[in-house]
């Protein structure tokens, strides 16, 4: 294998790789630049200056070594157990977490911007909830229209009035962000109930030191391991008055959730109990739980657990997973559950497309992240554009996610498109419309080469004394050729995400 | 602790224990029926097997149909008893994973390497000669694990809950071992040849890895009285009922203590009163009473001290707990 010697000498020029030398390059003989965003390469092939060194450093490794650290990746996610659950099969339920060691690396310019952008966002949705729970000043307004907000069918009737800690809503969130072919970051989803994923971020890091320590020291990547710290701190700012030395804890369904490793994970990381439902007990309005030593009270849960499923008294009565009495408990302000409940009325789908309003709204500001245009089918004009272009548009039904109940055009059949018109007349509230995105892709390692896949961006926002986002998040990467599915359960897989000092 | 945390890591513990015993018991039986002749009486297969059945409980689904070796396969592979070795181990690691963020990430990887040893032998072992080799492997990885959980694990109220139920179910199981062998010793075999004696004394001492220890103390001479002796009150064995009632104590002691302000009279006084009848009473003092009825004493008493556990730790009313607090 031909070692790249960093400098070009046949050109004299800097510029470490171009259109011919790729070839030259037997790691880049199947990188193919197209109409898509890509991270690594400007559209006329040069390379990004983030990118040099990694590229550089991965051109001159040999092909034994860079197995050899792959290899050694996979098996320290194995040992670990760092492993996701596959619902619906009976063996093997654990699954390793697919992995790719190439980083992806954001510049910290284009980090401040997301984070400026990110921190305006939540602090704007959680006015919007404290609002919509209390006042409703943006209904009187009209800036949110009533019918909206009270069908969306996480709007929760019984939060209203109630005063929440601090009036922060939101602690702990995940937005998801796509990158665009203008380069520009733009919000996919805001993902304000149980966001999962950071124990991935946190536990790829730690692999990506041990694998690839000479190439982190190369670069200079901010920490992200203060997480769990500030995660912590987040809830302890959050805790009930009167309550100096509050008993925090990480409430999870249990041990066939799909996350159940995470769980256990940051439960472990900030050295608190993890306990499930049946751990609690709520007596005139306080909650405990059952240790060896007795009843002790809990001041602050951490719940992994949805709305729905958390107290048969209050919602769904069929639940095993939650305790009975925590709704009036929390109520009664005995205990503070982060995130609040009713906090899935702001990521509905809908909602969704007034979020830029509602930005304006409370901030008096311009949104600093775009959201991906949106058509309501509410909106009669809009429904009517969508239904004449069923076929490039992605139809989404607004109360669902993990790509369930959509259709995506270029990709759908007369029959199917026929199915959703009538389902859109139906019921419009139910639908929404976007138009298919060709999102950015960052480099891969992939049969010993590197190609590029699409990646999209999930960091992570905590809210308590101030709104923080760790520099860097989840890289979710679609590993099958051509696809833009990142989910895990579909092929999708993550890779570390470095945001470095230039 | 979390109460449920605490069930959890006393069961895994529990559970392996059982695992252990019941591979030494097939060990250790296989073997000696080698050393018997064909020809003269001796035990018999059916006797000998009928005996570990009774040793290990009766344990359901699981019967004597004429063929050794479908016995120790089933009680080493059987999916459809509880009480075989493959189901005591699986148990044995859904009580840990419950509880992953209270062990050390070494004894998770060692459990799950044993579990994972299991499931493929359960697989691939299918005749008497794989099944012997087998065998010793498990208790290898399982004495593995304790050196792990020992040596990795902080000796906090957790630890001491592992403890706990490793000494509870050993002094259970060496009890009601010592109790199905004191049956046989009222009524053995007809035409017994000679050396049964040294062999089945030696065998029973085997079953609780306790044949070198036994020598030590008392040389090479097999009397049904100083086994049992040696099985039941010797204060250093390990494997000796006296000694897992002492850790037995001394765990549920610490637990106490650590627990803060429960009051425990009761278990206190139910597992002193357990310990002393085990620690201030001679062979003589055994022997000339009722051993039957002093054996199944001890293991009633046993099975009082996990009751008041539970009932006081694990699955106390809540009345009596908001009254205490």
Same mark, same amino acid.
């Given at each position: =294998?031909?070692?790249?010697?960093?400098?070009?000498?046949?050109?004299?020029?800097?510029?470490? +790789?171009?259109?011919?030398?790729?070839?030259?390059?037997? =790691?880049?003989?199947?990188?193919?630049?197209?109409?898509?965003?890509?991270?690594?390469?400007?559209?006329?092939?040069?390379?990004?200056?983030?990118?040099?060194?990694?590229?550089?450093? +991965?051109?001159?490794?040999?092909?034994?070594?860079?197995?050899?650290?792959?290899?050694?990746?996979?098996?320290?996610?194995?040992?670990?157990?760092?492993?996701?659950?596959?619902?619906?099969?009976?063996?093997?339920?654990?699954?390793?977490?697919?992995?790719?060691?190439?980083?992806?690396?954001?510049?910290?310019?284009?980090?401040?911007? @997301?984070?400026?952008?990110?921190?305006?966002? @939540?602090?704007?949705?959680?006015?919007?909830?404290?609002?919509?729970?209390?006042?409703?000043?943006?209904?009187?307004?009209?800036?949110?229209?009533?019918?909206? $907000?009270?069908?969306?069918?996480?709007?929760?009737?019984? =939060?209203?009035?109630?005063?929440?800690?601090?009036?922060?809503?939101?602690?702990?969130?995940?937005?998801?962000?796509?990158?665009?072919?203008?380069?520009?970051?733009?919000?996919?989803?805001?993902?304000?109930?149980?966001?999962?994923?950071?124990?991935?971020?946190?536990?790829?890091?730690?692999?990506?030191?041990?694998?690839?320590?000479?190439?982190?020291?190369?670069?200079?990547?901010?920490?992200?391991?203060?997480?769990?710290?500030?995660?912590?701190?987040?809830?302890?700012?959050?805790?009930?008055?009167?309550?100096?030395?509050?008993?925090?804890?990480?409430?999870?369904?249990? @041990?066939?959730?799909?996350?159940?490793?995470?769980?256990?994970?940051?439960?472990?990381?900030?050295?608190?109990?993890?306990?499930?439902?049946?751990?609690?007990? @709520?007596?005139?309005?306080?909650?405990?739980?059952?240790?060896?030593?007795?009843?002790?009270?809990?001041?602050?849960?951490?719940?992994?657990?949805?709305?729905?499923?958390?107290?048969?008294?209050?919602?769904?009565?069929?639940?095993?997973?939650?305790?009975?009495?925590?709704?009036?408990?929390?109520?009664?302000?005995?205990?503070?559950?982060?995130?609040?409940?009713?906090?899935?009325?702001?990521?509905?789908?809908?909602?969704?497309?007034?979020?830029?309003?509602?930005?304006?709204?409370?901030?008096?500001e311009e949104p600093l992240l775009n959201n991906v245009e949106t058509f309501?089918?509410?909106?009669?004009?809009?429904?009517?554009?969508?239904?004449?272009?069923?076929?490039?548009?992605?139809?989404?039904?607004?109360?669902?996610?993990?790509?369930?109940?959509?259709?995506?055009?270029?990709?759908?059949?007369?029959?199917?498109?026929?199915? +959703?018109?009538?389902?859109?007349?139906?019921?419009?509230?139910?639908?929404?419309?976007?138009?298919?995105?060709?999102?950015?892709?960052?480099?891969?390692?992939m049969d010993g080469g590197i190609q590029p896949r699409h990646v999209d961006?999930?960091?992570?926002?905590?809210?308590?004394?101030?709104?923080?986002?760790?520099?860097?998040?989840?890289?979710?990467?679609?590993?099958?050729?051509?696809?833009?599915?990142?989910?895990?359960?579909?092929?999708?897989?993550?890779?570390?995400?470095?945001? $470095?000092?230039? | 602790?979390? *109460?449920?945390?605490?069930?959890?890591?006393?069961?895994?513990?529990?559970?392996?224990?059982?695992?252990?015993?019941?591979?030494?018991?097939?060990?250790? !039986?296989?073997?000696?029926?080698?050393?018997?002749?064909?020809?003269?009486?001796?035990?018999?297969? %059916?006797?000998?097997?009928?005996?570990?059945?009774?040793?290990?409980?009766?344990?359901? %689904?699981?019967?004597?149909?004429?063929?050794?070796?479908?016995?120790?396969?089933?009680?080493?592979?059987?999916?459809?008893?509880?009480?075989?070795?493959?189901?005591?181990?699986?148990?044995?690691?859904?009580?840990?994973?419950?509880?992953?963020? %209270?062990? *050390?990430?070494?004894?998770?990887?060692?459990? !799950?390497?044993?579990?994972?040893?299991?499931?493929?032998?359960?697989?691939?072992?299918?005749?008497?000669?794989?099944?012997?080799?087998?065998?010793?492997?498990?208790?290898?990885?399982?004495?593995?694990?304790?050196?792990?959980?020992?040596?990795?694990? *902080?000796? /906090?109220?957790?630890?001491?809950?592992?403890?706990?139920?490793?000494?509870?179910?050993?002094?259970?199981?060496?009890?009601?071992?010592?109790?199905?062998?004191?049956?046989?010793?009222?009524?053995?075999?007809?035409?017994?040849?000679?050396?049964?004696?040294?062999?089945?004394?030696?065998?029973?001492?085997?079953?609780?890895?306790?044949?070198?220890?036994?020598?030590?103390?008392?040389?090479?001479?097999?009397?049904?009285?100083?086994?049992?002796?040696?099985?039941?009150?010797?204060?250093?064995?390990?494997?000796?009922?006296?000694? *897992?009632?002492?850790?037995?104590?001394?765990?549920?002691?610490?637990?106490?203590?650590?627990?803060?302000?429960?009051?425990?009279?009761?278990?206190?006084?139910?597992? /002193?009163?357990?310990?002393? &009848?085990?620690?201030?009473?001679?062979? %003589?003092?055994?022997?000339?009473?009722?051993?039957?009825?002093?054996? &199944?004493?001890?293991?009633?008493?046993?099975?009082?001290?996990?009751?008041?556990?539970?009932?006081?730790?694990?699955?106390?009313?809540?009345?009596?707990?908001?009254?205490?607090?």
């Amino acid at each position: =294998m031909s070692a790249n010697t960093g400098m070009d000498t046949e050109t004299g020029q800097s510029r470490l +790789f171009s259109d011919t030398e790729q070839f030259r390059n037997s =790691m880049l003989r199947k990188y193919v630049l197209d109409g898509a965003y890509d991270e690594m390469f400007s559209a006329t092939g040069e390379t990004r200056p983030q990118y040099r060194r990694l590229l550089d450093m +991965f051109a001159r490794m040999p092909q034994e070594e860079i197995e050899r650290c792959k290899k050694a990746a996979d098996l320290s996610f194995l040992t670990q157990g760092i492993t996701f659950t596959v619902y619906g099969e009976e063996q093997g339920t654990e699954r390793v977490f697919p992995y790719d060691v190439l980083p992806r690396v954001i510049s910290n310019a284009e980090w401040t911007h @997301i984070e400026r952008g990110l921190v305006q966002r @939540i602090g704007a949705l959680n006015m919007f909830l404290h609002d919509v729970y209390n006042d409703g000043r943006i209904l009187a307004d009209g800036k949110v229209p009533r019918e909206v $907000v009270y069908t969306c069918r996480h709007f929760r009737r019984e =939060m209203r009035g109630l005063q929440v800690p601090r009036n922060i809503y939101i602690a702990v969130s995940g937005t998801d962000l796509l990158r665009v072919q203008s380069g520009e970051f733009v919000v996919l989803e805001d993902n304000l109930r149980v966001p999962s994923g950071v124990s991935y971020m946190l536990t790829s890091r730690r692999v990506m030191k041990r694998i690839f320590p000479q190439l982190f020291r190369a670069y200079d990547v901010r920490p992200i391991e203060h997480y769990s710290q500030l995660l912590l701190a987040t809830l302890r700012s959050l805790a009930p008055e009167g309550r100096p030395e509050p008993t925090i804890v990480v409430l999870t369904p249990g @041990i066939f959730n799909s996350a159940y490793f995470e769980h256990t994970y940051l439960a472990r990381q900030m050295g608190i109990e993890l306990v499930e439902g049946r751990d609690l007990v @709520i007596h005139d309005n306080v909650v405990y739980m059952r240790t060896t030593a007795g009843l002790k009270r809990v001041d602050v849960i951490y719940r992994r657990v949805d709305d729905d499923f958390i107290d048969p008294l209050a919602f769904r009565a069929e639940s095993i997973l939650g305790a009975a009495g925590l709704f009036n408990a929390y109520r009664a302000g005995n205990v503070t559950l982060a995130n609040a409940f009713g906090t899935g009325l702001a990521d509905d789908k809908a909602i969704y497309a007034y979020v830029p309003e509602i930005i304006r709204y409370y901030m008096d500001e311009e949104p600093l992240l775009n959201n991906v245009e949106t058509f309501l089918m509410t909106n009669p004009v809009h429904r009517q554009h969508t239904l004449a272009n069923l076929d490039k548009l992605v139809v989404k039904a607004v109360g669902e996610s993990g790509g369930y109940g959509m259709l995506i055009g270029p990709q759908s059949t007369a029959a199917q498109r026929e199915e +959703f018109r009538q389902r859109i007349e139906a019921d419009p509230r139910n639908y929404i419309a976007q138009p298919t995105l060709e999102f950015s892709r960052a480099p891969c390692l992939m049969d010993g080469g590197i190609q590029p896949r699409h990646v999209d961006l999930r960091p992570y926002i905590l809210f308590g004394d101030k709104a923080t986002v760790v520099p860097g998040g989840l890289t979710r990467v679609a590993l099958k050729e051509g696809s833009l599915v990142v989910n895990s359960s579909q092929g999708g897989g993550s890779k570390d995400t470095w945001v $470095v000092n230039d | 602790m979390l *109460s449920r945390v605490a069930d959890s890591l006393y069961w895994m513990s529990r559970y392996l224990e059982r695992a252990e015993h019941t591979v030494r018991l097939i060990d250790v !039986n296989m073997s000696l029926m080698l050393d018997e002749a064909s020809t003269t009486a001796n035990l018999g297969l %059916e006797r000998r097997w009928s005996r570990v059945l009774a040793s290990l409980g009766r344990p359901a %689904e699981i019967e004597w149909s004429g063929d050794f070796y479908q016995l120790t396969h089933d009680l080493t592979f059987s999916t459809r008893s509880h009480a075989a070795i493959v189901n005591c181990i699986a148990q044995a690691r859904e009580n840990a994973r419950q509880v992953r963020d %209270e062990l *050390s990430s070494e004894q998770w990887q060692q459990l !799950n390497r044993l579990y994972h040893t299991m499931t493929a032998a359960q697989r691939e072992v299918s005749s008497y000669n794989a099944l012997t080799s087998f065998l010793p492997t498990v208790v290898y990885e399982l004495h593995q694990f304790q050196g792990v959980t020992d040596s990795t694990m *902080s000796h /906090g109220e957790g630890w001491q809950f592992i403890q706990l139920g490793r000494y509870i179910e050993r002094a259970a199981a060496t009890t009601r071992l010592l109790d199905v062998y004191h049956q046989e010793n009222i009524d053995p075999p007809n035409g017994a040849a000679v050396g049964y004696e040294f062999l089945e004394g030696a065998g029973m001492l085997r079953c609780c890895s306790a044949f070198e220890a036994y020598c030590n103390a008392y040389t090479a001479d097999f009397t049904p009285e100083r086994i049992t002796e040696f099985l039941l009150l010797n204060p250093d064995f390990p494997h000796s009922v006296r000694y *897992s009632v002492d850790c037995l104590r001394s765990a549920l002691m610490a637990i106490g203590a650590k627990s803060g302000l429960r009051v425990a009279d009761e278990l206190v006084r139910v597992s /002193g009163r357990l310990q002393a &009848s085990l620690s201030f009473v001679d062979i %003589e003092d055994v022997l000339s009473q009722d051993v039957g009825a002093y054996l &199944s004493s001890i293991l009633q008493q046993c099975r009082q001290v996990h009751e008041r556990v539970f009932r006081l730790y694990i699955q106390y009313s809540i009345q009596t707990a908001l009254a205490m607090s």
